[in-house]
């Protein structure tokens, strides 16, 4: 009798769980659903309503929206071909004092009859064809010249020309790029931008290093890039390419050269797209770089350039076999510049120097009537066309 009770009682109790009520009754009680469970590790633009993307799957989501996946990919870019960087070409600096030229090396060992000079200057390379040690050491101390002559006085042989290249692209790049300048040897990221915490990685990276860049932040007076996840690193640490397939206001055509002053890069563009880039080094103050729109009118693939601004002359300079250059602008050029020893920021006397082996892929890909755009996104450069003279090297 006790059991059947019990029975009775139990069955009771399911019904009025599982059975619904007369019509318009609420449910004398209700089932809870089941929690959610979290999602996979994976990236959901939409959220699901089958789980919670939570944890790694909204970390990833995160990364996703900024344009970042694992594994990161690669730029869709190769190195430009190191042949490339070969100047046919052998250099040797001046003493800064007047430099005597003669037509023999007869006279040059006696010091007599010299035919010419090359005034006095800082930056003075000459391009020889012969040199000569006639005092038993092992330096020459006699440089024939490439245009004739002979000369004393070197400083010394460049032994090497700069050997940076940049990138040459199959197809344009989701996000911007660039590289690590080599103001330093190294850059130290952080994990968050700005300088409040001392929150940095471990992870260094090194003086022209290519980078991707995911998104920005303005912290102060300084944009912070992210360029892997959870890793910043500043502005005055890169040089940055913005890609912008649309030809610039001005340009006629699908063919032209864009540099950016602020970052000191350079974009070149070909049928709307990006097909090289790399670090430039134009104007340093007072002799900018002038901002505009202009074209190629003359190609050389070597050449002599000289010149001064001041009005004593102090500032001269003398540069023998300047490479593969590109003028587009009175006396300003896109050019090779073997005397450089960095690319990436201003140092020139308002020429676009590039390293032998950008300027040389720059001067194969380029033809008389090209483009070349030049402009700066912090609006520090002149723009009056009154503040410019003709423009060097």
Not at 47 to 70: D, H, I, K, M, N
Not at 127 to 141: H, I, L, N
Request: aromatic share 14%.
């Amino acid at each position: 009798m006790k059991r059947s009770l019990l029975l009775f009682l139990a069955c009771l109790v399911t019904s009025s769980v599982l059975l619904p009520g007369p019509a318009g009754a609420e449910p004398l009680h209700q089932v809870e659903a089941a929690p959610p469970v979290l999602c996979l590790p994976g990236v959901y633009p939409t959220p699901p309503a089958e789980c919670l993307p939570l944890g790694p799957s909204q970390y990833l989501t995160r990364l996703a929206a900024l344009g970042v996946s694992f594994p990161l990919h690669p730029l869709p870019a190769s190195a430009a071909d190191p042949s490339l960087a070969v100047v046919p070409f052998s250099y040797a600096r001046l003493k800064e004092e007047t430099t005597p030229v003669y037509a023999t090396l007869e006279d040059a060992q006696a010091g007599v009859r010299p035919v010419g000079a090359i005034d006095a200057g800082g930056l003075k390379f000459i391009s020889y064809v012969e040199a000569v040690d006639t005092g038993g050491s092992p330096k020459p101390d006699y440089f024939k010249l490439k245009s004739g002559g002979w000369v004393s006085g070197v400083a010394g042989r460049l032994s090497s020309v700069p050997l940076f290249q940049g990138l040459v692209f199959y197809r344009t790049p989701d996000h911007p790029f660039g590289w690590v300048t080599p103001l330093n040897d190294f850059v130290e990221t952080k994990r968050t931008p700005g300088y409040a915490l001392q929150d940095y990685t471990g992870h260094k990276l090194y003086k022209y290093e290519v980078v991707s860049i995911y998104t920005s932040q303005r912290v102060g007076n300084a944009d912070w890039y992210m360029v892997a996840p959870d890793e910043w690193v500043e502005q005055t640490s890169l040089g940055i390419v913005f890609p912008d397939t649309t030809p610039p206001q001005g340009v006629v055509g699908d063919r032209w050269i864009a540099v950016n002053l602020y970052e000191q890069t350079l974009a070149v563009y070909q049928d709307r797209q990006l097909v090289f880039a790399t670090l430039v080094a134009t104007g340093l103050d007072p002799f900018f770089t002038r901002p505009g729109v202009f074209q190629i009118y003359k190609r050389l693939e070597s050449g002599v350039m000289s010149g001064a601004f001041e009005t004593d002359r102090s500032d001269f300079y003398y540069l023998e076999d300047v490479p593969w250059t590109l003028y587009y602008d009175q006396a300003r050029a896109l050019h090779g510049a073997y005397w450089r020893t960095a690319f990436g920021f201003p140092q020139s006397h308002g020429c676009i120097n590039l390293s032998p082996g950008d300027a040389h892929w720059l001067f194969d890909w380029a033809q008389v009537g090209d483009w070349v755009y030049i402009w700066d996104p912090s609006g520090n450069t002149p723009t009056d066309p009154a503040y410019y003279n003709e423009g060097g090297a």
